[in-house]
């Protein structure tokens, strides 16, 4: 099977080039003006911006969480992706405490092997770092291509480890060759202050927010980072939503010790006024929670100034039935909100076409950087010869607006209803074939391969 790609905009992390794509099998053939070679597909792209396929290295599919599941499965969490033009997912194993990190990730690949529409990959949540698990490094990296260990620093008695399994684990996955990964924020004040308005019976959703004030991501983040530094580890923070935390980054920067970080396209568009409302604001509970306007333009500076490297989405949906489960206490609505189908037309919209990040930068954040962090570089997040054919093909003027009425996350509520959007997807491809088109998805549940990752960098 061959397509040939014409006339497109080709847009990288680095280049802006009028040119054809000929893509042959799974890959990228030839990239060259007026290519005249016979193909069986030919795709006129006039007009439209050729991107590679998003990336979104957060993704919550069918998580079992606070007593319930994220509701979109691999199949249906993965199909909506490629309708937003994100080609490859990271999920995130989560260990149970007391068990190995090899039964997790059998779960997990019962859960997605055979249903999985895109591609996808695997993060390992260490939420029980002992010896037994200290032997199981190694193998997660070098046989099952998972090169990235997640941590909790926050959800006490349930995720969260402690600063002794942090430094312990991030030594052994330093020699190993990974890299640690952070939710950062400080799971004993956040634990404190949760406890304290309910004693005060203030359970409305407001208290979700009031209850992770941004000391509480500032002090952590600033923590994982030193911890980081000390033992030389690799290290990303998730998530990151405040000026606090951002500038806990920045000061590693400053002492020369990288620490990658990620914000999601909610954080930079949305504020905590969502939560002022009753159990509407229920919607937008997740954590950490959404900030201010001035942390919004902290975070797009961020992105600006190289200091925020991704753009994910934390996409973890609960139907509104699910999240009733706190109607009575905040701290029983299931922490997450979905964006999987919207963080790529949100992010071009309210950043590109609003002139708040160029082109290249948005590919870099969109997908780019992510491959390069998380060792699928350059097989994933670019377009060039020998890459895999996952290529987003834009049309940088379709005006239309985001509805859960057709929407296809299995979610019946869309935390951006009723925005107005510029730019839209129009044709994607995975592995040379085309899975979308004009709205409509031409492949079945088993169409995504799990992607082996490489040890990972500290450097990109
Ligand atoms: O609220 C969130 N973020 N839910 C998903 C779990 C996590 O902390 O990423
Ligand atoms: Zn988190
Ligand atoms: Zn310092
Ligand atoms: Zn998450």
Same mark, same amino acid.
């Given at each position: 099977?061959?397509?040939?790609?014409?006339?497109?905009?080709?847009?990288?992390?680095?280049?802006?080039?009028?040119?054809?794509?000929?893509?042959?099998?799974?890959?990228? %053939?030839?990239?060259?003006?007026?290519?005249?070679?016979?193909?069986?597909?030919?795709?006129?792209?006039?007009?439209?911006?050729?991107?590679?396929?998003?990336?979104? *290295?957060?993704?919550?599919?069918?998580?079992?969480?606070?007593?319930?599941?994220?509701?979109?499965?691999?199949?249906?969490?993965?199909?909506? @992706?490629?309708?937003?033009?994100?080609?490859?997912?990271? /999920?995130?194993?989560?260990?149970?405490?007391?068990?190995?990190?090899?039964?997790?990730?059998?779960?997990?690949?019962?859960?997605?092997?055979? $249903?999985?529409?895109?591609?996808?990959?695997?993060?390992?949540?260490?939420?029980? #770092?002992?010896?037994?698990?200290?032997?199981?490094?190694?193998?997660?990296?070098?046989?099952?291509?998972?090169?990235?260990?997640?941590?909790?620093? &926050?959800?006490?008695?349930?995720?969260?480890? /402690?600063?002794?399994?942090?430094? =312990?684990?991030?030594?052994?996955?330093?020699?190993?060759?990974?890299?640690?990964?952070?939710?950062?924020?400080?799971?004993?004040?956040?634990?404190?202050?949760?406890?304290?308005?309910?004693?005060?019976?203030?359970?409305?959703?407001?208290?979700?927010?009031?209850? !992770?004030?941004?000391?509480?991501?500032?002090? &952590?983040? =600033?923590?994982?980072?030193?911890?980081?530094?000390?033992?030389?580890? *690799?290290?990303?923070?998730?998530?990151?939503?405040?000026?606090?935390?951002?500038?806990?980054?920045?000061?590693?920067?400053?002492?020369?010790?990288?620490?990658?970080?990620?914000?999601?396209?909610?954080?930079?568009?949305? /504020? &905590?006024?969502?939560?002022? !409302? +009753?159990?509407?604001?229920?919607?937008?509970?997740?954590?950490?929670?959404?900030?201010?306007?001035? +942390?919004?333009?902290?975070?797009?500076?961020?992105?600006? !100034?190289?200091?925020?490297?991704?753009?994910?989405?934390?996409?973890?949906?609960?139907?509104?039935? !699910?999240?009733?489960?706190?109607?009575? +206490?905040?701290?029983?609505?299931?922490?997450?909100?979905?964006?999987?189908? $919207?963080?790529?037309?949100?992010?071009?919209?309210?950043?590109?076409?609003?002139?708040?990040?160029?082109?290249? %930068?948005?590919?870099?954040?969109?997908?780019?950087?992510? @491959?390069?962090? #998380? =060792?699928?570089? *350059?097989?994933?997040?670019?377009?060039?010869?020998?890459?895999? @054919?996952?290529?987003?093909?834009?049309? *940088?003027?379709?005006?239309?607006?985001?509805?859960?009425?057709?929407?296809?996350?299995?979610?019946?509520?869309?935390?951006?209803?009723?925005?107005?959007?510029?730019?839209?997807?129009?044709?994607?491809?995975?592995?040379?074939?085309?899975?979308?088109? $004009?709205?409509?998805?031409?492949?079945?549940?088993?169409?995504?391969?799990?992607?082996?990752?490489?040890?990972?960098?500290?450097?990109?």
């Amino acid at each position: 099977m061959s397509v040939l790609i014409k006339n497109g905009r080709i847009i990288t992390a680095s280049a802006d080039t009028l040119a054809d794509i000929f893509i042959e099998g799974e890959t990228i %053939k030839t990239i060259g003006k007026n290519l005249h070679v016979a193909a069986d597909e030919v795709i006129d792209a006039e007009g439209m911006l050729v991107f590679p396929g998003g990336i979104d *290295p957060h993704v919550h599919l069918e998580m079992p969480f606070m007593g319930t599941f994220s509701s979109d499965t691999y199949e249906t969490g993965t199909r909506a @992706a490629l309708y937003g033009g994100t080609t490859t997912v990271i /999920d995130f194993i989560l260990q149970t405490q007391g068990r190995s990190l090899k039964d997790a990730l059998t779960e997990w690949q019962s859960r997605a092997t055979g $249903n999985a529409v895109g591609d996808y990959s695997f993060h390992m949540a260490v939420t029980d #770092f002992n010896e037994d698990t200290k032997k199981e490094i190694k193998q997660m990296v070098e046989e099952e291509g998972i090169t990235s260990f997640k941590t909790f620093m &926050a959800y006490k008695g349930a995720l969260m480890v /402690d600063d002794r399994q942090m430094v =312990g684990l991030m030594q052994e996955v330093k020699k190993q060759g990974g890299m640690v990964t952070a939710h950062a924020t400080n799971g004993d004040m956040i634990d404190y202050l949760v406890a304290k308005h309910k004693s005060e019976g203030k359970l409305s959703p407001l208290y979700h927010y009031l209850s !992770q004030p941004e000391v509480t991501e500032a002090e &952590a983040s =600033g923590r994982f980072a030193h911890m980081a530094a000390y033992t030389g580890c *690799p290290a990303y923070i998730v998530h990151l939503t405040c000026e606090g935390a951002l500038n806990a980054v920045r000061d590693a920067g400053k002492h020369n010790y990288q620490v990658f970080a990620e914000t999601c396209i909610q954080y930079l568009l949305l /504020d &905590a006024s969502l939560y002022e !409302q +009753d159990f509407e604001g229920a919607k937008w509970v997740m954590s950490p929670p959404l900030r201010e306007l001035k +942390d919004q333009r902290a975070l797009w500076a961020g992105i600006n !100034q190289g200091l925020l490297q991704v753009v994910a989405t934390d996409h973890c949906p609960f139907m509104w039935e !699910q999240k009733k489960m706190g109607e009575k +206490d905040f701290s029983k609505i299931p922490n997450g909100h979905p964006a999987i189908e $919207n963080r790529i037309e949100l992010l071009y919209s309210e950043g590109v076409a609003k002139g708040k990040i160029s082109l290249n %930068k948005f590919v870099e954040v969109s997908s780019t950087n992510a @491959a390069k962090i #998380f =060792g699928m570089f *350059p097989r994933k997040g670019t377009i060039a010869v020998g890459s895999d @054919a996952d290529i987003l093909i834009f049309d *940088p003027n379709a005006k239309h607006t985001l509805s859960a009425k057709h929407h296809h996350m299995n979610v019946d509520y869309s935390a951006y209803e009723g925005w107005e959007l510029t730019g839209k997807v129009k044709t994607v491809l995975l592995r040379g074939k085309v899975v979308i088109d $004009n709205n409509h998805c031409l492949v079945e549940k088993g169409n995504g391969t799990f992607i082996k990752r490489n040890k990972v960098s500290n450097i990109i």
